[in-house]
């Protein structure tokens, strides 16, 4: 109960840093209005998508170091299937890429369980051949993106019954979000697979004696993983209309994110909301530096140093409370 | 593994192989090596000569050196991704300092990010104990911020590749690549390092069993930060020379190194856990990837194949070094 509390605790903080963070950029720009939370919500679409992608696979005691250069082969493979297709192929590419994910995201899983070799290998591994696919379908920036996927995340969602006022602060980016997290982490958080994640995460031998089927969550961790990632470089090409072959900074952004979250990187601890409100934290603070006006290369120095002292803070919380010397 | 101690069985040709392979790793490395070189004699009579030896020397050496960092990182069970930026940070410093600047406050100048970044990494890994990708990942995305920033104050100045770097970098004596001058030493330092000093075995005492090392005395964090100050430092020496040979100064210049510097250690035999591998095998392995490249190169596989080739060469070798190291 009592972790139930601490847990539920931390996610209050952050809500209330992020409130904080709210009004700092209030008193910064005092004209922030609800154009510009929406202009915020479509810049951390692929992030969190990043972010929920990389807690699934720590909260079941592994790292996924393919998460950038999966969204980097997701967003080339969709822009350049959509580039020159009419809007209804688009219907098509979509559920194509996202089973992509599902895929690729599995064969990760497998490759570790199979292999036996570390799932930080194995994703290391995995994160040069997806980079070398990403550039094989398209070596420069590049594609299209259809206009009705455009159109979903720019512009507010219509909620029957909620005043203008209110509605314009609900863009479709943050609605498309919620919704896609939701389809995947609810049922999953219920489920006895979910539960499962979270045994293995936390003691994996525990897990297996108790009757767990240790490999196979584990593959099914990484598929959803994959799955998440690929919702995240869709969104990159929806967002930007073009696909690139370079994978963004999302990796350490995604890890940053999760022990900022309340996640721990050992495992079996913490939720998704926790680290979805992290990385809108960080994105305002990176909207406050540009609003300081800033040097946007400035901004790139300041926001990796806080990634870094962030997660050196969370190595350092999980090695307080283990004996000294222990192996991690 | 049971049921080898149960049932005794002649040794079979197959394990007989391998234990030969994990007993001398050197001598199948060199076969390879031989192989590849006659494959590439057969695609392309006559294109083995002492000019092409000379060439594939002048590419190998920056690539083995860089290699040799990841070989004393992963000995204690780390890696060092950061060592792309820091050889770019140094070559990029050195080239536009030379203009204004004293050759040897412009070498100076050069080497300073290269310890400041070596020795962040080192406080990270070894104090706050995060994990070494994620660390180096972060000090490289710090880094390359700043090169973007001092590139705008430079910009004026222009750039200019020493006389001395071009003469290490492509120059020839009756037939020796120059770049020989830097390397023999280097290596032969690494090498006596590694095997016959005191610092050498604590590199692979950390590696093997790091609890064991902190228990017998090992002042932990101090080896760590002394390892990456080190591994930095040849990082940033190896751009001086890297800039020699490609004579153009840009941002990314050493980024595409980095993939096959960690796939040269782990093909040379080191295991990316830690505490087992050497330097002799990383320097073969550096040349077969240089002929590999040539190789991939006639047979016209893009960029994007090579990534994924690298990759699978990476988790392949690992996977089979586990299964031999079982065996035994």
Redesign the interface.
Known sequence: MSRFLRNQGWVAGLFALLIFVFVVTKLIQPGYGSGDFGSLARAVLPYAFAVAAQTVVVIAGG?D?SVAAMMALTSVTAASMMNGASEEYALFVVPFVLAMGLVLGALNGV?IVV????D???T??????L???????L?APGGAAAEWLKASVIGTAPIPGLPDWADAWVPKALVLLVVCLCIVWIPLRRSRLGLSIYAIGSDELAAFRSGVPVARTRIVAYALSGLFAVMGGLSLTISTGIGAPIPG?Y??AS?AAVVLGGVA?GGGKGGLLGPIIAVFVLRLVRTDLTLLAI?P??T??IE??I??AV???G??I??RGRP????? | MTDIATMPQPVSFGRRLKRFMADRPLIPLIILLIILVAILQVLRPGIVNERWIANTAKFAIPLAILAGCQTMTMLTGGIDLSVGTVATMSAFIMATQIVNQDPAVAFLLAMLPAVLIGFVNGI?VGV????P???T???S??G???L??YQ?TVIASGAKIPDFLNWLGIGLTYGFPNALFLFVPVAVLIVFMLNRTGFGRLLYAVGDN??AA??SGVRYWQVITALYVLSSLLAGITGLLYIGLIKAPSLSLAEPLV?PS?AAAVIGGTS??GGRGGYTGTIVGALILTVLTTLLTILQM???????????I??FV??AY?RIIEDR
Not at chain 1, 124 to 129: D, G, H, R, T, Y
Not at chain 1, 131 to 137: D, E, F, P, S, T
Not at chain 2, 302 to 312: A, D, K, N, Q, V
Request: a positive charge; zero cysteines; proline letters at 4%.
């Open positions: 790292i170091l490759l292999t036996r070799v570390p930080i290998v194995v290391l591994a995995m994160l040069f051949v980079q070398g696919a990403a550039l094989l379908v070596g900074p990796l350490l890890v990187l040097d290369n400035v790139a120095i990796g140093a990634m870094v997660v050196m803070f190595a350092f999980t090695i000294v010397g222990a192996t991690p | 990270g706050f104990r995060v994990h990708l994620i660390m990942l972060g000090t995305l710090i390359t911020g700043f973007q920033v705008r790091e609890r902190r228990l993939l960690v990316i856990f893009p960029e994007g194949g090579r990534r994924i080739l690298f990759g699978f990476v988790l690992t996977a586990l």
